[in-house]
Protein backbone atom coordinates (compact mmCIF):
# COMPACT_ATOMS: atom_id res chain seq x y z
CA UNK A 1 0.00 0.00 0.00
CA UNK A 2 1.11 3.52 -0.60
CA UNK A 3 1.99 6.17 1.72
CA UNK A 4 2.30 9.92 0.86
CA UNK A 5 2.95 12.60 3.22
CA UNK A 6 0.03 14.57 2.28
CA UNK A 7 -3.17 13.60 0.03
CA UNK A 8 -5.71 16.31 -0.72
CA UNK A 9 -9.42 14.53 -2.50
CA UNK A 10 -10.80 16.61 -4.57
CA UNK A 11 -8.87 19.10 -7.17
CA UNK A 12 -11.36 22.62 -6.59
CA UNK A 13 -10.05 24.98 -4.49
CA UNK A 14 -8.09 21.93 -2.62
CA UNK A 15 -5.88 21.97 -5.58
CA UNK A 16 -4.87 25.28 -4.27
CA UNK A 17 -3.33 23.84 -0.88
CA UNK A 18 -0.05 22.61 -2.17
CA UNK A 19 2.84 24.86 -3.04
CA UNK A 20 6.73 25.23 -2.65
CA UNK A 21 5.25 25.48 1.52
CA UNK A 22 5.38 21.94 0.73
CA UNK A 23 8.55 20.61 -1.12
CA UNK A 24 10.22 17.68 -0.50
CA UNK A 25 6.92 15.76 0.57
CA UNK A 26 4.95 12.89 -0.87
CA UNK A 27 1.65 14.55 -2.45
CA UNK A 28 -1.02 12.73 -3.59
CA UNK A 29 -4.23 14.59 -5.41
CA UNK A 30 -7.18 12.50 -6.26
CA UNK A 31 -9.84 13.74 -8.30
CA UNK A 32 -13.05 11.51 -9.48
CA UNK A 33 -13.99 13.95 -12.49
CA UNK A 34 -12.28 16.90 -13.95
CA UNK A 35 -9.39 19.12 -12.38
CA UNK A 36 -10.82 22.39 -11.09
CA UNK A 37 -13.72 20.97 -9.17
CA UNK A 38 -17.49 22.39 -9.90
CA UNK A 39 -16.65 26.49 -9.90
CA UNK A 40 -13.99 25.86 -13.28
CA UNK A 41 -16.20 22.89 -14.70
CA UNK A 42 -19.58 23.38 -14.39
CA UNK A 43 -20.26 26.17 -11.93
CA UNK A 44 -19.41 29.58 -11.60
CA UNK A 45 -16.76 30.40 -14.62
CA UNK A 46 -18.94 28.44 -17.13
CA UNK A 47 -22.00 29.91 -16.21
CA UNK A 48 -21.15 33.25 -15.84
CA UNK A 49 -19.49 33.36 -19.28
CA UNK A 50 -22.90 32.18 -20.58
CA UNK A 51 -24.52 34.94 -18.13
CA UNK A 52 -22.49 37.63 -19.72
CA UNK A 53 -23.58 36.48 -23.53
CA UNK A 54 -26.85 35.91 -22.95
CA UNK A 55 -26.80 39.47 -21.56
CA UNK A 56 -25.14 41.10 -24.51
CA UNK A 57 -28.11 38.95 -26.18
CA UNK A 58 -31.08 41.01 -24.03
CA UNK A 59 -29.35 44.23 -24.81
CA UNK A 60 -29.68 43.92 -28.28
CA UNK A 61 -33.63 43.04 -27.93
CA UNK A 62 -33.97 46.26 -25.93
CA UNK A 63 -32.08 48.52 -27.50
CA UNK A 64 -35.24 50.19 -29.27
CA UNK A 65 -35.80 51.72 -25.88
CA UNK A 66 -32.45 54.10 -26.40
CA UNK A 67 -33.52 55.25 -30.06
CA UNK A 68 -31.15 52.17 -31.57
CA UNK A 69 -32.99 49.69 -33.89
CA UNK A 70 -31.39 46.46 -33.98
CA UNK A 71 -32.00 42.85 -33.76
CA UNK A 72 -30.31 39.62 -33.55
CA UNK A 73 -29.94 37.32 -36.48
CA UNK A 74 -28.72 34.08 -35.51
CA UNK A 75 -27.81 32.71 -31.74
CA UNK A 76 -24.78 30.16 -32.61
CA UNK A 77 -25.01 28.25 -29.65
CA UNK A 78 -22.18 25.84 -30.91
CA UNK A 79 -20.18 28.92 -31.11
CA UNK A 80 -20.85 29.86 -27.96
CA UNK A 81 -20.29 27.03 -25.94
CA UNK A 82 -17.31 25.99 -27.59
CA UNK A 83 -15.56 29.78 -27.05
CA UNK A 84 -16.52 28.55 -23.43
CA UNK A 85 -15.12 25.03 -22.81
CA UNK A 86 -12.12 25.50 -25.45
CA UNK A 87 -10.84 28.52 -22.83
CA UNK A 88 -11.84 26.14 -19.46
CA UNK A 89 -10.97 22.39 -20.60
CA UNK A 90 -7.44 23.18 -21.12
CA UNK A 91 -7.31 24.90 -17.35
CA UNK A 92 -7.74 21.83 -16.04
CA UNK A 93 -6.10 19.45 -18.07
CA UNK A 94 -3.09 21.35 -17.33
CA UNK A 95 -3.51 21.16 -13.58
CA UNK A 96 -4.02 17.62 -13.76
CA UNK A 97 -0.82 17.58 -15.96
CA UNK A 98 1.52 19.39 -13.74
CA UNK A 99 0.54 17.06 -10.42
CA UNK A 100 1.02 13.96 -12.29
CA UNK A 101 4.95 15.97 -12.96
CA UNK A 102 4.68 16.58 -9.27
CA UNK A 103 3.35 13.89 -7.20
CA UNK A 104 1.35 11.31 -7.24
CA UNK A 105 -2.28 11.50 -9.01
CA UNK A 106 -5.73 9.01 -8.57
CA UNK A 107 -8.06 9.26 -11.22
CA UNK A 108 -11.33 7.88 -9.38
CA UNK A 109 -13.43 7.89 -6.59
CA UNK A 110 -11.56 8.08 -2.88
CA UNK A 111 -13.36 6.39 0.10
CA UNK A 112 -12.26 5.80 3.77
CA UNK A 113 -11.18 2.20 4.97
CA UNK A 114 -9.78 3.45 8.11
CA UNK A 115 -8.57 6.42 10.14
CA UNK A 116 -5.98 7.71 7.08
CA UNK A 117 -6.58 5.03 4.91
CA UNK A 118 -8.27 5.46 1.53
CA UNK A 119 -9.11 2.73 -1.19
CA UNK A 120 -9.84 5.08 -4.40
CA UNK A 121 -11.97 3.31 -7.36
CA UNK A 122 -9.86 4.14 -10.31
CA UNK A 123 -11.52 5.46 -13.51
CA UNK A 124 -9.71 2.60 -15.84
CA UNK A 125 -11.52 0.01 -13.40
CA UNK A 126 -8.67 -1.16 -10.95
CA UNK A 127 -8.49 -0.10 -7.77
CA UNK A 128 -5.68 1.61 -5.51
CA UNK A 129 -5.15 2.26 -2.24
CA UNK A 130 -3.39 4.40 -0.01
CA UNK A 131 -2.19 6.06 3.20
CA UNK A 132 -1.07 9.25 4.54
CA UNK A 133 -0.35 11.48 7.38
CA UNK A 134 -2.68 14.35 6.57
CA UNK A 135 -5.68 14.57 4.43
CA UNK A 136 -7.73 17.21 3.32
CA UNK A 137 -11.07 16.47 2.11
CA UNK A 138 -12.09 19.01 -0.84
CA UNK A 139 -14.67 16.78 -2.80
CA UNK A 140 -17.59 19.42 -3.39
CA UNK A 141 -21.19 18.97 -3.19
CA UNK A 142 -23.63 17.69 -6.17
CA UNK A 143 -27.03 18.94 -7.65
CA UNK A 144 -30.05 17.01 -5.58
CA UNK A 145 -32.40 15.10 -7.95
CA UNK A 146 -36.27 14.50 -6.43
CA UNK A 147 -37.45 10.99 -6.81
CA UNK A 148 -40.28 12.02 -9.22
CA UNK A 149 -37.36 12.72 -11.32
CA UNK A 150 -35.02 10.61 -10.37
CA UNK A 151 -37.70 7.29 -10.57
CA UNK A 152 -39.25 8.76 -13.85
CA UNK A 153 -37.01 7.38 -16.27
CA UNK A 154 -37.59 10.78 -18.51
CA UNK A 155 -34.56 12.25 -19.74
CA UNK A 156 -33.08 15.21 -17.66
CA UNK A 157 -30.27 17.75 -17.02
CA UNK A 158 -28.78 19.08 -14.32
CA UNK A 159 -26.09 22.24 -13.81
CA UNK A 160 -23.14 19.33 -14.43
CA UNK A 161 -24.70 18.52 -18.34
CA UNK A 162 -26.89 21.56 -19.50
CA UNK A 163 -24.27 23.76 -20.52
CA UNK A 164 -22.42 20.99 -23.04
CA UNK A 165 -25.52 20.52 -24.82
CA UNK A 166 -25.46 20.05 -29.05
CA UNK A 167 -28.73 22.25 -29.29
CA UNK A 168 -30.82 25.16 -27.46
CA UNK A 169 -33.97 24.01 -26.54
CA UNK A 170 -37.14 25.45 -27.95
CA UNK A 171 -38.78 24.88 -24.23
CA UNK A 172 -36.73 24.86 -21.28
CA UNK A 173 -38.58 23.96 -18.29
CA UNK A 174 -36.56 24.19 -15.13
CA UNK A 175 -37.42 22.64 -11.52
CA UNK A 176 -36.57 24.76 -8.87
CA UNK A 177 -36.02 28.43 -7.76
CA UNK A 178 -32.72 29.33 -6.35
CA UNK A 179 -29.70 30.87 -7.79
CA UNK A 180 -28.85 28.24 -10.05
CA UNK A 181 -32.41 28.03 -11.82
CA UNK A 182 -32.73 31.86 -11.71
CA UNK A 183 -29.03 31.90 -14.13
CA UNK A 184 -29.77 29.46 -16.46
CA UNK A 185 -33.47 30.48 -16.65
CA UNK A 186 -31.54 34.00 -18.00
CA UNK A 187 -28.84 32.19 -19.78
CA UNK A 188 -31.52 30.05 -21.73
CA UNK A 189 -34.23 32.54 -21.89
CA UNK A 190 -32.13 35.08 -22.95
CA UNK A 191 -30.62 32.80 -25.84
CA UNK A 192 -33.88 33.09 -27.50
CA UNK A 193 -35.38 29.79 -25.56
CA UNK A 194 -38.86 29.96 -23.63
CA UNK A 195 -38.16 28.79 -20.33
CA UNK A 196 -41.11 27.63 -17.91
CA UNK A 197 -39.99 27.63 -13.81
CA UNK A 198 -41.54 25.29 -11.64
CA UNK A 199 -40.89 26.05 -7.44
CA UNK A 200 -42.38 25.04 -4.15
CA UNK A 201 -41.73 27.94 -2.45
CA UNK A 202 -44.13 31.27 -2.85
CA UNK A 203 -41.30 33.11 -4.30
CA UNK A 204 -37.80 32.74 -6.11
CA UNK A 205 -34.65 33.29 -4.22
CA UNK A 206 -35.82 32.76 -0.92
CA UNK A 207 -33.53 33.28 1.53
CA UNK A 208 -32.61 36.47 0.36
CA UNK A 209 -33.66 39.84 1.41
CA UNK A 210 -37.29 39.89 1.04
CA UNK A 211 -37.66 43.01 -0.99
CA UNK A 212 -35.16 41.32 -3.66
CA UNK A 213 -37.08 38.06 -3.56
CA UNK A 214 -39.96 40.62 -4.18
CA UNK A 215 -39.01 42.19 -7.24
CA UNK A 216 -36.80 39.52 -8.57
CA UNK A 217 -39.64 36.93 -8.72
CA UNK A 218 -42.15 40.02 -10.34
CA UNK A 219 -39.35 40.46 -13.07
CA UNK A 220 -38.67 36.58 -13.62
CA UNK A 221 -42.68 36.55 -14.20
CA UNK A 222 -42.22 38.88 -17.12
CA UNK A 223 -40.07 37.52 -19.04
CA UNK A 224 -40.88 33.50 -18.01
CA UNK A 225 -43.68 31.30 -17.34
CA UNK A 226 -43.44 30.85 -13.31
CA UNK A 227 -45.32 28.39 -11.44
CA UNK A 228 -44.46 28.95 -7.62
CA UNK A 229 -46.05 27.35 -5.00
CA UNK A 230 -45.85 24.18 -6.48
CA UNK A 231 -44.80 20.97 -6.65
CA UNK A 232 -43.75 18.25 -9.47
CA UNK A 233 -45.76 15.12 -8.70
CA UNK A 234 -44.80 12.67 -11.81
CA UNK A 235 -42.61 13.17 -14.86
CA UNK A 236 -43.57 11.77 -17.92
CA UNK A 237 -42.91 11.51 -21.48
CA UNK A 238 -39.45 11.02 -23.04
CA UNK A 239 -36.13 12.91 -24.94
CA UNK A 240 -37.65 15.93 -26.62
CA UNK A 241 -41.41 15.71 -24.81
CA UNK A 242 -41.28 16.12 -20.94
CA UNK A 243 -43.87 16.68 -19.20
CA UNK A 244 -44.31 17.50 -15.47
CA UNK A 245 -47.45 16.99 -13.61
CA UNK A 246 -47.85 19.44 -10.86
CA UNK A 247 -49.62 19.35 -7.84
CA UNK A 248 -52.97 21.81 -8.79
CA UNK A 249 -53.04 19.33 -12.20
CA UNK A 250 -51.29 21.66 -14.28
CA UNK A 251 -49.44 19.99 -17.06
CA UNK A 252 -45.71 21.43 -18.18
CA UNK A 253 -44.83 20.49 -21.28
CA UNK A 254 -40.91 21.23 -22.95
CA UNK A 255 -38.05 19.65 -24.99
CA UNK A 256 -35.49 20.08 -22.29
CA UNK A 257 -35.72 19.44 -18.61
CA UNK A 258 -33.34 21.08 -16.14
CA UNK A 259 -33.08 19.59 -12.22
CA UNK A 260 -31.99 22.98 -10.56
CA UNK A 261 -33.60 21.91 -7.16
CA UNK A 262 -30.18 22.11 -4.76
CA UNK A 263 -26.87 20.48 -3.70
CA UNK A 264 -26.19 18.35 -1.32
CA UNK A 265 -22.02 17.60 0.01
CA UNK A 266 -20.84 14.51 -1.36
CA UNK A 267 -19.76 13.57 2.43
CA UNK A 268 -21.97 10.35 1.82
CA UNK A 269 -19.31 8.68 -0.67
CA UNK A 270 -16.52 8.46 1.28
CA UNK A 271 -17.35 6.23 3.78
CA UNK A 272 -16.47 8.80 6.66
CA UNK A 273 -16.97 6.33 9.68
CA UNK A 274 -14.72 4.61 8.75
CA UNK A 275 -12.27 7.07 9.72
CA UNK A 276 -13.89 8.95 12.61
CA UNK A 277 -15.05 11.56 10.54
CA UNK A 278 -18.41 13.70 11.94
CA UNK A 279 -21.22 15.13 9.44
CA UNK A 280 -23.87 17.69 10.68
CA UNK A 281 -27.69 16.70 10.24
CA UNK A 282 -27.38 18.55 6.63
CA UNK A 283 -24.45 16.06 5.32
CA UNK A 284 -21.56 18.57 6.21
CA UNK A 285 -18.45 17.53 7.43
CA UNK A 286 -17.81 18.97 11.04
CA UNK A 287 -14.64 20.96 11.17
CA UNK A 288 -13.21 23.40 13.66
CA UNK A 289 -12.31 27.30 13.08
CA UNK A 290 -8.79 26.14 11.75
CA UNK A 291 -10.51 23.45 9.50
CA UNK A 292 -9.90 20.04 11.20
CA UNK A 293 -12.44 17.71 11.24
CA UNK A 294 -13.20 15.34 14.13
CA UNK A 295 -10.51 12.58 13.29
CA UNK A 296 -6.70 13.10 13.64
CA UNK A 297 -5.15 14.40 10.59
CA UNK A 298 -8.07 15.21 8.50
CA UNK A 299 -9.14 18.17 7.39
CA UNK A 300 -11.96 19.74 5.17
CA UNK A 301 -12.64 22.47 3.00
CA UNK A 302 -15.56 23.98 0.31
CA UNK A 303 -18.66 22.84 -0.20
CA UNK A 304 -18.48 19.38 1.94
CA UNK A 305 -17.80 21.44 4.92
CA UNK A 306 -18.83 24.82 4.41
CA UNK A 307 -22.14 26.84 5.48
CA UNK A 308 -21.30 28.87 2.92
CA UNK A 309 -21.10 26.83 -0.14
CA UNK A 310 -19.44 29.88 -2.65
CA UNK A 311 -16.35 29.39 -4.39
CA UNK A 312 -14.50 32.77 -2.48
CA UNK A 313 -15.32 30.99 0.71
CA UNK A 314 -13.89 27.41 -0.52
CA UNK A 315 -10.66 29.47 -1.84
CA UNK A 316 -10.07 31.19 1.78
CA UNK A 317 -10.64 28.03 3.67
CA UNK A 318 -8.22 26.63 1.35
CA UNK A 319 -5.40 29.84 2.33
CA UNK A 320 -6.79 28.71 5.84
CA UNK A 321 -6.31 25.23 5.70
CA UNK A 322 -2.82 25.16 3.21
CA UNK A 323 -1.25 27.55 5.83
CA UNK A 324 -2.18 25.16 8.88
CA UNK A 325 -0.85 22.56 7.49
CA UNK A 326 2.51 23.96 6.78
CA UNK A 327 2.41 26.00 10.03
CA UNK A 328 1.12 23.83 12.52
CA UNK A 329 2.38 26.02 15.07
CA UNK A 330 0.44 29.15 13.79
CA UNK A 331 -2.50 28.35 13.09
CA UNK A 332 -4.59 30.55 11.71
CA UNK A 333 -8.65 30.77 11.56
CA UNK A 334 -11.55 30.87 8.98
CA UNK A 335 -13.29 33.42 8.98
CA UNK A 336 -17.40 33.73 7.88
CA UNK A 337 -17.93 36.88 8.94
CA UNK A 338 -19.36 38.98 6.03
CA UNK A 339 -19.21 36.87 2.81
CA UNK A 340 -21.62 38.54 0.01
CA UNK A 341 -22.71 36.88 -3.01
CA UNK A 342 -24.24 37.40 -6.25
CA UNK A 343 -26.48 36.13 -8.77
CA UNK A 344 -25.58 36.84 -12.50
CA UNK A 345 -29.29 37.00 -13.91
CA UNK A 346 -31.24 40.37 -15.52
CA UNK A 347 -31.70 41.92 -12.74
CA UNK A 348 -28.48 41.17 -11.35
CA UNK A 349 -28.13 40.68 -7.47
CA UNK A 350 -25.34 41.92 -5.63
CA UNK A 351 -25.95 40.88 -1.09
CA UNK A 352 -23.88 40.85 2.15
CA UNK A 353 -24.67 40.44 5.66
CA UNK A 354 -28.07 40.23 7.58
CA UNK A 355 -31.46 40.67 5.61
CA UNK A 356 -34.28 43.13 6.90
CA UNK A 357 -35.97 39.91 7.91
CA UNK A 358 -33.14 38.19 9.40
CA UNK A 359 -33.01 41.93 11.75
CA UNK A 360 -36.56 41.58 12.29
CA UNK A 361 -36.11 37.65 13.63
CA UNK A 362 -32.90 38.82 16.05
CA UNK A 363 -35.06 41.35 17.37
CA UNK A 364 -32.01 44.32 16.27
CA UNK A 365 -32.66 47.94 16.29
CA UNK A 366 -32.39 49.12 12.11
CA UNK A 367 -32.59 51.44 10.07
CA UNK A 368 -33.65 51.40 6.39
CA UNK A 369 -31.57 53.08 3.64
CA UNK A 370 -33.21 52.66 0.34
CA UNK A 371 -32.60 54.27 -3.08
CA UNK A 372 -33.96 53.68 -6.77
CA UNK A 373 -31.62 53.27 -9.90
CA UNK A 374 -34.52 55.48 -11.53
CA UNK A 375 -33.63 58.64 -8.90
CA UNK A 376 -30.11 58.74 -10.13
CA UNK A 377 -28.70 60.04 -13.12
CA UNK A 378 -26.97 56.94 -14.83
CA UNK A 379 -30.42 54.98 -13.95
CA UNK A 380 -31.60 57.64 -16.56
CA UNK A 381 -29.52 56.69 -18.90
CA UNK A 382 -30.09 53.11 -18.21
CA UNK A 383 -33.81 53.09 -18.22
CA UNK A 384 -33.89 50.99 -15.49
CA UNK A 385 -36.97 50.55 -13.24
CA UNK A 386 -36.43 48.23 -11.09
CA UNK A 387 -33.06 48.29 -9.51
CA UNK A 388 -32.23 49.56 -6.09
CA UNK A 389 -29.67 49.89 -3.33
CA UNK A 390 -31.00 48.27 0.13
CA UNK A 391 -28.67 48.94 3.54
CA UNK A 392 -29.50 47.98 6.91
CA UNK A 393 -28.07 50.34 9.60
CA UNK A 394 -27.75 49.87 13.63
CA UNK A 395 -28.31 52.89 15.89
CA UNK A 396 -24.13 53.36 16.29
CA UNK A 397 -24.31 53.62 12.27
CA UNK A 398 -22.90 50.07 11.63
CA UNK A 399 -23.89 48.29 8.45
CA UNK A 400 -25.70 45.43 9.20
CA UNK A 401 -26.40 44.48 5.83
CA UNK A 402 -26.43 45.50 2.29
CA UNK A 403 -28.84 44.02 -1.00
CA UNK A 404 -28.57 45.63 -4.30
CA UNK A 405 -30.84 44.46 -7.82
CA UNK A 406 -29.87 45.86 -10.77
CA UNK A 407 -27.34 46.01 -13.59
CA UNK A 408 -23.37 45.87 -11.99
CA UNK A 409 -24.89 44.81 -8.64
CA UNK A 410 -22.25 42.46 -8.11
CA UNK A 411 -19.53 44.87 -8.28
CA UNK A 412 -21.48 47.92 -6.48
CA UNK A 413 -22.01 45.86 -3.34
CA UNK A 414 -18.18 45.19 -3.10
CA UNK A 415 -17.91 49.13 -1.58
CA UNK A 416 -20.18 47.78 0.76
CA UNK A 417 -18.33 44.46 1.80
CA UNK A 418 -15.36 46.15 2.33
CA UNK A 419 -16.92 49.05 4.47
CA UNK A 420 -18.51 46.54 6.74
CA UNK A 421 -15.17 44.00 6.78
CA UNK A 422 -12.91 46.94 7.98
CA UNK A 423 -15.67 48.60 10.48
CA UNK A 424 -16.01 51.92 8.58
CA UNK A 425 -20.00 53.02 9.61
CA UNK A 426 -22.30 54.25 6.89
CA UNK A 427 -21.68 57.93 7.71
CA UNK A 428 -18.49 57.62 7.25
CA UNK A 429 -18.51 55.60 4.40
CA UNK A 430 -20.90 58.26 2.76
CA UNK A 431 -18.97 61.52 3.95
CA UNK A 432 -15.09 60.54 3.67
CA UNK A 433 -15.25 59.81 -0.08
CA UNK A 434 -16.48 61.64 -3.19
CA UNK A 435 -18.79 60.20 -5.11
CA UNK A 436 -18.24 59.88 -8.80
CA UNK A 437 -20.57 62.09 -10.67
CA UNK A 438 -22.54 60.97 -12.45
CA UNK A 439 -21.85 57.40 -12.18
CA UNK A 440 -24.25 54.60 -10.85
CA UNK A 441 -22.53 54.11 -7.21
CA UNK A 442 -24.53 57.32 -6.26
CA UNK A 443 -27.32 54.86 -5.63
CA UNK A 444 -24.72 53.77 -2.94
CA UNK A 445 -24.53 57.30 -1.55
CA UNK A 446 -28.02 58.30 -1.28
CA UNK A 447 -29.13 54.55 0.21
CA UNK A 448 -26.45 55.76 3.02
CA UNK A 449 -27.45 59.38 3.68
CA UNK A 450 -30.93 58.27 3.79
CA UNK A 451 -30.15 55.25 6.87
CA UNK A 452 -28.28 58.20 8.87
CA UNK A 453 -29.90 61.66 7.47
CA UNK A 454 -31.60 62.27 11.16
CA UNK A 455 -28.12 62.11 12.84
Known sequence: MAHHDLAIVGTGSGNMIVDDRFDGLDVAHVEATRFGGTCLNVGCIPTKMLAYTAEVAETVRAASSYGVDARIERIRWSDIRDRVFARLDPIGDEGRDYRRDHGTVYDGTARFTGPR???????DGGTAE???DRIVLA???RPVVPPPVADSGVPFHTSDTIMRIDELPDHLAIIGGGYIAAEFAHVFGGLGCEVTIVESADTLLGGMDET?????TDAARERFTVHTGRTVEKVTGGGGDVRLHLDDGTEVRADRLLVAAGRRPNSDRLDLDHAGVDTDDAGRVVVDVHGRT???GVWALGD???PHPVKHVANHEAEVVGHNLAHPDELREVDHGFVPAAVFTTPQIGTVGRTEQQCRDEGLEFRVGFHEYADVAFGWAMEEQRGFCKVLVAPDGTLLGAHLLGPQASTMVQQLVQAMVLGVNAQRLADVQYWIHPALTEVLENALRDAVEDD
Open 117 to 123: AMTVDLA
Open 212 to 216: VVERF
Open 130 to 132: FTA
Open 294 to 296: TAD
Open 304 to 306: IST
Open 139 to 141: VGG
